[in-house]
């Protein structure tokens, strides 16, 4: 989530969050951002550099509200999973399985 100013900067003046964007990238994470509107007027030099750096890797969303960013987030979050194939479109007893009667423990 991306709100109005860039933010706390470490010993290296690096934000917690851009902290946490490169490492998602470095371990080839999938990565989410919201932008909180009204925070377009402004910007700190910092903050456009994070912004063009997350926007070249990865589509972002704009929230007003808390009801908003719920909605977005979860709604990424669905997204996310379906292209991990976690969520299936068939009940789990529907669906294909590599199991075999040697994978059933007898206790």
């Known amino acids: 989530m991306i709100g109005r100013y860039y933010g706390f900067e470490d010993k290296e003046g690096i934000s917690p969050s851009e902290r946490e964007f490169d490492r998602a990238v470095a371990r080839r994470k999938h990565r989410i951002a919201f932008l909180k509107v009204g925070t377009e007027a402004d910007r700190e030099p910092k903050k456009v550099a994070f912004l063009q750096k997350i926007e070249r ?3 972002r969303s704009k929230f007003e509200a808390v009801g908003d960013l719920t909605g977005e987030v979860y709604a990424s979050l669905i997204r996310v999973l379906e292209e991990e194939q976690v969520l299936a479109s068939r009940p789990f007893d529907a669906r ?8 059933i423990d007898p206790k």
């Open 57 to 59: 890797q990865v589509k």
């Open 96 to 103: 294909p399985s590599s199991a075999t009667f040697a994978d």
